[in-house]
């Protein structure tokens, strides 16, 4: 079964699309067409907003879903004449809101993802630098001002997690790939030593690294099974010996994964 | 005036925060103290999420703010109880998205930041190496795989919006920093000259760029207004005179540049 679906904001439709595509993993079954139609800031915007789904949904037998993120009363009553299913997913929640907080609201568009304060902007993009300056266990000397610093085997997930963490969390994540030299030492790489409290492991299945692996570079020792499994054992034996959290990423999301480091150490 | 809010949910609490965080916004004047309680993914988590928001709460003169995404019914109910002002964002649309579906919900703990389909994901890390790896105009040789090309002066915000393109949209984004070597032949740059229809251009108004320059290179002439100065106007006729599109990023969000950039090149 097929079923159109709109996603319809006044800013970028990060919100509307957050929520919505959420919503719309309870219906697994449904084959779902998505269109976005985002920056609809003004009445003008909604009238062409509603003619785009009239234009677009002409040969479908069902009326689509709507999802919309309106601060503009004025706009989203527009917007609500495009189908009997419009969710109004900003508007629901404003007047209990009110309610709640005892004040009326300022009906400002969506100020979520505008620059907000500046200082958090140069936070984030401070961040973003500091992660890719230290990526792949680049600068080790120089780790004082890391947030935290994700040790694994190569490919594990580290270099995507880090970038995960600065551009949400602002935090400055560094990565330290574990090599054959720190495993033949078997104790804790000497530039990790003095950041101890701010490591945090990440494990894989070797199947799973090993096909990783396998895509970047086909031939050689590098990705096969046998490798992939020493590899893996004796960094969990690492994380395990010198009590470093650790999380296993194999089924795991980016999202996820960083989800449950920010809490496991505490960092929101 | 105070006003604690708690953020819950049974994953990693993005869609509860975006949301949620979105319609705070609509208050500016309160000052909102934010807790997350993420993972609440049963009752016995459910119960602990309660005695938690007690505890914190037990001093404020207000009932808290709880906004919550739980998939599970019961999980819910038990959240219910923690403050008059229980704001359900999944399940207050669940009903009528089965109304409109003509369908049960699966009710399944949300699966929109789990790992989804592994060719999704796979899709999105190897955005990612691409995009790490055409940073700064790395390998402009090899430009044939990208599925954008940002072009723009050093330090207007082309490296955080890359990496937030690959990341949220799985887009293979290249960057092409302009020089004065460019400027000087008063052309398209000869690597970019085959990829023509994949550039996008980002500029700044010259003093926030001077600013920004300054905190990284406080001395010579790098960051003096005079060079932000000349360099943004170049890049700007460059845009011009080759019919680039281009965005002025001063006061926008990496969020908005990015769906900004989407939305105009269609690449959704």
Redesign the interface.
Known sequence: MK?RVFFISD?????AE??G???L??????DFQRH?I??VTNELAARAALATIARKTEQDDEPP?VFS?L?DPAVQRIVAASS??V?D??G???E??EA??G?A????A???????DSSA?ER??SA??YT?GH?DGLAPRDLDEADLVLVGVSRC?K??TC??LA?HYSLRAANYPLTDDDFESNSLPRSLRPCRDKLYGLTIVPEQLSRIRRERRPHGDYSTLARCRAEVQQAEALFRSENIPFLDTT??????I???IV?DMGL?
């Open positions: 079923r800013r970028t439709g990060i919100t957050t929520l595509a959420s919503l993993t309870q219906f697994p079954d449904i976005h985002p920056f879903l993120t601060t009997p299913f969710f997913l900003f629901t929640f404003i209990p809101l709640a907080l004040c609201s300022s009906h400002t969506g100020r979520m993802h505008g620059m907000g902007y984030r993009v973003l630098n890719l990526d997930g270099t995507p970038l995960y551009m089924t795991v999301s980016i999202e996820e960083a989800a449950t809490r929101h």
